[in-house]
């Protein structure tokens, strides 16, 4: 097949939503999806079947949930524009705003619109990827407990709470200890409580009866707020690989790299900024503590280097051996490449995107989009 491509596999995809769907059932919650981890438009027709909404960060996001979901968004960004609020508030259902400021500022521009909430902090998070950890100290998201009036505006229906990144279910468990013991003197103030994303639960070893079991006894004690929940990645997980080629394979200093027709800066940049080794198929990859070592120190099977096809030197990871000598031509491919993947691709150095396909369950393989020279041109227009 022509690569670089990304492929979403429709079976797989169903698997996960039916989980999900499933959760939100059993706890009476409503669990929706959040762009910032998988926005393919393409796919919506499938999400409707086992979801009715989604969550946005940007107009751009909100108007994708309005004029491709075909539902308003709930919709949290650190910093709303005057230009763009009231638009953004035409495309929302819920609007949460993440300081006071800009509640102060901008609340009357949603007021009888769109349900609004406000983002809070906790001051806990298991996060250890300070870039990832949304309550680090000098975040600058949510409101902390200290900073809230005893009796909150009328017009505040919900608090939104992030916390979480790929978590298990017992992580949850902690959180919501140091929630409740730092907000829920308000909850009868409120209408809903989202608990935000990174509920990572249809990975293998999730606990799903646990996460069950803690939304319903959460319910128990507030039965009055309505209990959100949207993840990202949890929707795209183990959904499909991005395929590429060897296109070259060079060698400097007992370091063998095979040069590929992908990018990790350009086409999976958390590899880079998180950071963390992708799964590639039929390799192993080699501890950092090996990774020093010369290649004649593994004659077989043999190690290599994967670099991307940019001009950044940094544009690499390593290593992987493999059971074979690679071969110009050959494929090379990443697993589960396709949550936080599309949606964060760039055209740095001109690096065309992957095209995007979908496998669907009849055994047919769509392509939803081919990208082309005028898609970088435009970028610069």
């Given at each position: ?19 999900i769907a499933d959760v939100a059932r059993r706890a009476d919650v409503e669990i929706i999806l959040a ?201 795209a997980w183990q959904t499909g690989p991005l395929v590429s080629h060897v296109v070259d394979i060079v ?24 950071p963390y080794f992708p799964e590639v198929r039929g390799a192993k990859h080699v501890t950092p503590e ?92």
């Amino acid at each position: 097949m022509p690569t670089p491509v990304y492929i979403i596999e429709e079976e797989l995809l169903r698997r996960n939503l039916r989980l999900i769907a499933d959760v939100a059932r059993r706890a009476d919650v409503e669990i929706i999806l959040a762009f910032k981890a998988f926005a393919l438009w393409k796919t919506f027709p499938v999400f409707r079947e086992y979801i009715s909404a989604t969550t946005a960060s940007s107009l751009a996001e909100a108007r994708l949930a309005k004029e491709q979901f075909g539902a308003k968004a709930h919709t949290y960004s650190p910093a709303y524009t005057v230009e763009e609020i009231d638009e953004i508030v035409a495309c929302s259902s819920h609007l949460t705003f993440n300081s006071l400021s800009q509640y102060e500022r901008l609340h009357g521009r949603v007021a009888g619109r769109a349900s609004i909430g406000l983002r809070v902090n906790p001051e806990y998070s298991e996060v250890e990827t300070l870039l990832y950890n949304p309550c680090a100290p000098g975040t600058r998201f949510g409101v902390t407990s200290d900073k809230l009036p005893d009796v909150l505006p009328k017009d505040i229906e919900g608090f939104h709470c992030h916390c979480h990144c790929e978590s298990g279910a017992d992580v949850l468990q902690r959180t919501l200890v140091h929630i409740e013991e730092h907000f829920s003197r308000w909850f009868p103030q409120l209408k809903w409580l989202n608990l935000g994303g990174g509920h990572l639960m249809t990975r293998k070893d999730y606990d799903v009866e646990l996460l069950v079991g803690i939304l319903q006894g959460l319910h128990e004690r507030y039965p009055w707020l309505k209990i959100i929940l949207e993840p990202g990645s949890a929707f795209a997980w183990q959904t499909g690989p991005l395929v590429s080629h060897v296109v070259d394979i060079v060698e400097d200093k007992g370091i063998r790299t095979a040069i590929l027709d992908v990018s990790f800066t350009c086409h999976m940049p958390d590899c880079l900024e998180m950071p963390y080794f992708p799964e590639v198929r039929g390799a192993k990859h080699v501890t950092p503590e090996t990774n020093l070592s010369p290649l004649t120190s593994y004659p077989s099977p043999l190690r290599y280097r994967l670099g991307g096809c940019s001009c950044l030197s940094g544009d690499f990871m390593g290593d992987w051996l493999f059971d074979h000598e690679l071969k110009v031509g050959e494929e090379v491919i990443f697993e589960d490449m396709i949550h936080y993947t599309t949606v964060k691709t760039c055209m740095f150095n001109g690096i065309g995107h992957p095209d995007i396909a979908m496998l669907h369950s009849d055994g047919r393989l769509e392509t939803l989009r081919h990208f082309t020279y005028e898609d970088y041109r435009d970028r610069m227009d």
